[in-house]
């Protein structure tokens, strides 16, 4: 049989991510750190795990390519991926904010231009605002738009403040809280139910049950 796909995105949260894993009993033959390789699998081969960009783990998972993923919601909003989101890992916690210049305001009566690395999840939130926008999609270091002049405030993921503050930016408010999850592809939470299921209470030991989600 087929092992179970996992993708697991690179960057900030991995580390924490394969610690979980690991706690719960999960380990992938020789993955260490600083490893460049994509593709590992567990002692028996009956899970994979993949390295993917974050914005590309619930493309992936959407598609079946993989059965699950351990994804930001970041990047699960902003591809409005169709999965399912089971279980909130409780890492990589941080929120969506529009911030601007210090002391400034948000004004709620005309078109603005937003820079940002999360276009959709900037419309959105305007568009509930009836404001329309137009948006710079960054790929980073975007905290500099407003102040080189390129968009007049930003949409981004703010966890300490500091990069904000060591701009001269602030908060102007607040989208939603973000924090790490466990989604899986649609059809493999039936056709491959067990073996899901199996990966999942593991975690839930580690995380609480009460972070889970039922998805039917
Ligand atoms: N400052 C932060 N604090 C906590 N979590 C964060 C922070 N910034 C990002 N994250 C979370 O970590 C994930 C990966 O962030 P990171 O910036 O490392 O990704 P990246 O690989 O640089 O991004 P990209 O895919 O855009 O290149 C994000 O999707 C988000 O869920
Ligand atoms: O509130 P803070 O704790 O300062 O964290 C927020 C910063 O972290 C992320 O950027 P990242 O470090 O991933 O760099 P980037 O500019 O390459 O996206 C995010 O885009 C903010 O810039």
Known sequence: MQPVTIALAKGRPAKQ?????????????????????????????????IFLKGMDVPIYVEKGA?????????????????????????IGKCKFSVAGKKGGTLPDNQSLTIGTKYPNIAKNFFEKRNQ???????????????LIGLADYIVDIVETG?????????????????????????????????????????????VGEENANSPL
């Not at 994804?71 to 409780?90: K, S």
């Not at 137009?134 to 905290?143: A, D, F, I, P, W």
């Not at 990069?163 to 899986?184: M, Q």
């Open 17 to 49: 991510s394969i610690d979980l894993l690991e706690a719960a009993g999960i380990h992938f033959e020789g993955f260490h750190e600083k490893t460049r390789k994509l593709v590992f699998f567990n002692k028996d081969k009956t899970l994979r795990l």
């Open 66 to 90: 993989a059965d699950i993923g351990i994804v930001g919601r970041d990047n699960i909003i902003e591809t409005e991926a169709d999965v399912y989101e089971i279980l909130d890992l409780g």
């Open 132 to 146: 329309t926008i137009e948006t710079v999609h960054l790929n980073g270091s975007v905290e500099l738009a407003p």
């Open 162 to 206: 500091s990069t904000l503050r060591e701009n001269g930016l602030e908060v102007l408010a607040d989208i939603e809280t973000i924090s790490t999850k466990f989604i899986v592809n649609k059809a493999s939470f039936v056709t491959r139910s067990k073996e899901i299921q199996n990966v999942l209470k593991k975690l839930e030991e580690v």
